[in-house]
């Protein structure tokens, strides 16, 4: 059973490896060491790094996204082509710090309402809060998710993708 938030899926190409990467080499450029301009001709979809080994990257966005997924993955030869196997998968500092800010939130509240409650009630409501933060984190995460797999499986668009 899974208890982080990531998903794994394959595209299957019929493309070889090298034009595997240079289709994503067009939608990926490495990251600046400034705060591009947002406006330029040259940004790309993805921020991170392509490689013969793997890659990584995350979507290029110009604003705090907490929920964007971590994009890893490999490219390997098949008979007729290439497999990619996608990995997306969360930030587990953004779940923690996520979750555990809404256990606060709810150990505060119960303490607020009524002072005298018990400490099984301060338990419950703590553990409440962190259960509503990993539920709220999970939902973002997988909408987030799905745009990015949606844009991957698009750039090859006579193939197939697995779960």
């Given at each position: ?52 080994e793997g890659f990584s ?36 500092g953004v779940v923690f ?67």
């Amino acid at each position: 059973m899974r208890f982080l938030p990531h998903h794994k899926f394959l595209i299957e190409s019929h493309l070889s490896t090298a034009e595997v990467l240079d289709i994503l080499s067009q939608v990926v450029q490495a990251k600046r060491a400034f705060w591009p301009n947002p406006f330029s001709d040259g940004r790309k979809h993805f921020v991170g790094f392509l490689s013969i080994e793997g890659f990584s990257f995350v979507r290029n966005v110009y604003y705090l996204n907490s929920f964007l997924p971590q994009i890893q993955g490999k490219i390997s030869e098949s008979g007729d082509g290439s497999i990619i196997v996608v990995t997306m998968a969360c930030n587990l500092g953004v779940v923690f710090v996520f979750a555990t800010a809404l256990a606060f939130l709810g150990f505060f509240l119960a303490s607020i309402i009524s002072p005298a409650v018990s400490a099984l009630t301060m338990i419950a409501s703590a553990m409440g809060g962190l259960v509503l933060g990993y539920i709220a984190y999970t939902l973002g995460f997988n909408t987030q998710e799905v745009i990015d797999r949606r844009f991957l499986v698009q750039l090859f668009p006579q193939d197939g993708a697995r779960s």
